[in-house]
């Protein structure tokens, strides 16, 4: 962008009223067309002393002024282009931050999964040798009664 020059031509001529008018779709804004009917030089000398130099000073300043938005408008492409990069970048980021947030906790959660099926099966261990116990202990006492009863 910028990089080679242009081959677009711009014409242009001035009216009984010193206003300008640019062909092939080129708009001058009215500050533009104000600034350059001002005088380049310090000396104040009239920009319209004679029509061959005021033409070619007016198209310098066209020029000028055309070079300077072409500039003005890459820069502003460039920081648009280095924002959309940065936020492409921080979104990025931002995901990958969530997904391993996400891992992290699914991890946990099958973790936590793991350890009640662990607890579950302790406790029904547990419950099947007090079964056990006490199932011994009711054979102890019964036996017990048997041998007490001739007493």
């Known amino acids: 962008m910028g990089g080679g020059g242009s081959t677009r031509r711009v014409t242009f001529e001035a009216d009984e ?3 300008i008018t640019v ?3 080129v708009r001058l804004s009215d500050s533009l067309i104000d600034r350059m009917k001002e005088p380049s030089s310090p000396s104040g000398r009239s920009p319209r002393s004679s029509g061959a130099v ?3 000073e007016l198209k310098k300043r066209i020029a ?3 070079a300077l938005e072409r500039a003005r408008r890459d820069s502003e492409a ?11 970048r921080e979104r990025i980021s931002s995901n990958e931050h969530l997904t391993r947030a996400i891992l992290r906790e ?12 662990r607890f579950a099966r302790q406790l029904e261990e547990k419950d099947r040798e007090l079964k056990k ?5 009711k054979e102890q006492l019964a036996r017990l009664e048997e041998r007490v009863k001739p007493f």
């Open 17 to 19: 009223n010193e206003n």
């Open 54 to 56: 005021n033409n070619e």
């Open 106 to 117: 699914r991890a946990a959660t099958e973790e936590e999964r793991q350890k009640a099926q």
């Open 78 to 88: 460039q920081k648009r282009r280095w924002f959309g990069k940065l936020l492409e």
């Open 64 to 66: 000028e002024e055309l």
């Open 23 to 25: 062909v092939k779709g």
């Open 133 to 137: 116990h006490d199932a011994y202990y």
